[in-house]
């Protein structure tokens, strides 16, 4: 199964008060995720022909965190996440924020059941329950 993963508001805090700073859970969640899954990179992070992946993330994580975010795999999409979405697979997208679109796309494909949607603002803790789930796939 292959993981497509987001960066702000899932390894990176959105909340007014420890934003830009890593989510609880996030260090495990990626060693979880590379460690049992294809990962790859969706994020505005990393698009366009564009990733500043390394940039964002290594000065955020400690040293150790480096073998982790350098196993994932960078995508390239233009307007909608979606676009590097390789339907053919069986998936799990973890994001914060998708666009009705995008939504759109996943129904047209009947994928809709595999955005797991992150919410950390109202579960802090969201992203333990993410590897729990992961785990029993």
């Known amino acids: 199964m292959d993981i497509y993963l987001d960066i702000d508001g899932v390894l990176l805090s959105d909340s007014p008060h420890d934003h830009g700073n890593p989510t609880a859970h996030s260090l495990e969640l990626l060693k979880f995720l590379t460690d049992n899954y294809k990962v790859f990179w969706l994020t505005s992070n990393c698009y366009q022909g564009e990733n500043h992946i390394t940039e964002v993330l290594y000065p955020k994580y400690p040293e150790e965190a480096r073998v982790y975010i350098d196993k994932i795999i960078p995508t390239n ?55 729990a789930f992961l785990e029993t796939l």
């Open 77 to 131: 999409w233009n307007r909608w996440k979606t676009e590097a979405i390789d339907f053919s697979q069986d998936f799990r997208w973890l994001d914060d924020d998708v666009y009705d679109t995008e939504l759109a796309v996943l129904a047209k494909n009947n994928c809709s059941d595999k955005l797991v949607k992150i919410d950390l603002i109202n579960n802090p803790e969201q992203l333990r329950d993410v590897i």
